[in-house]
């Protein structure tokens, strides 16, 4: 099946650092990518869809200057966490989806636990 | 704007026993249903889908959903619990004008008990 492969698992730095979380399809080519981010016990919510070779598209709210997403291949995308702070600890999950035509599902990375200091 | 809603935070069965999962939708158009299992610290697993067709739709590790479109509903069903069934299930949709975009219910956690 579609696997998709996100890293790292976990990170824990100090507040002022940018983390870069990747996200890659390993067995198949994702034209699109998802980035999301979940809190403790709640439901998941969509930051962000990842195009490759062009521009995110970015949900209501979310700020692009500061979750920086780049796709730059069909297999991979990576979101950028800029000069992160404690309120941007969270778990953040990517997902991708495979082919066109019939509605397919996403496949989803393991996701990134993200501890600010 | 599409919603969905999973009205129970909670459901405990006894290993052994049925267990069903509810979800209901509010969509315009035709609905693109999704069910996935998210493990502790772990990303979401795809279980079933229902896109058209027959209404009973069977996927992993002996998971099946009902769509039923004048209930507008799509509740997840197991004959038989397992321990190892255990865990967060998410209930999400897809519409037609809502390009790629899943929209989750708020998961309900599943505790299968011996």
């Known amino acids: 099946g579609a696997v998709v492969s996100q890293h790292p698992s976990r990170v824990i730095c100090k507040s002022g650092t940018s983390v870069k979380i990747e996200c890659r399809s390993l067995d198949f080519q994702a034209t699109t990518m998802f980035w999301y981010r979940q809190f403790p016990k709640q439901s998941l919510m969509l930051m962000a869809t990842?195009?490759?070779?062009?521009?995110?598209?970015?949900e209501q709210g979310v700020e692009k200057d500061k979750f920086l997403i780049n796709h730059a291949s069909l297999t991979l995308s990576t979101l950028t966490v800029t000069s992160a702070h404690p309120e941007d600890s969270s778990f953040y999950i990517c997902s991708a989806r495979d082919g066109a035509g019939e509605v397919q599902p996403q496949h989803f990375g393991d996701g990134t636990r993200l501890s600010i200091l | 704007a599409q919603s969905v809603a999973q009205p129970e935070d909670q459901v405990k069965v006894a290993e052994g026993n049925p267990l069903t999962v509810k979800c209901t939708y509010s969509?315009?158009?035709?609905?693109?249903l999704f069910w996935y299992v998210q493990y502790p610290n772990r990303g979401l697993q795809f279980l079933l889908k229902?896109?058209?067709?027959d209404n009973l739709v069977k996927g992993s590790y002996g998971f099946e959903a009902e769509f039923n479109k004048s209930q507008t509903s799509f509740h997840l069903k197991k004959p038989s619990a397992l321990v190892s069934d255990s865990a967060l299930y998410f209930c999400?949709?897809?519409w037609g004008g809502g390009g790629n975009k899943l929209t989750f219910g708020t998961g309900t956690q599943l505790k299968v008990e011996l």
């Open positions: 999400a949709v897809r």
């Open positions: 990842s195009n490759e070779g062009s521009k995110a598209t970015y």
């Open positions: 229902y896109i058209t067709g």
């Open positions: 969509v315009s158009g035709n609905p693109y």
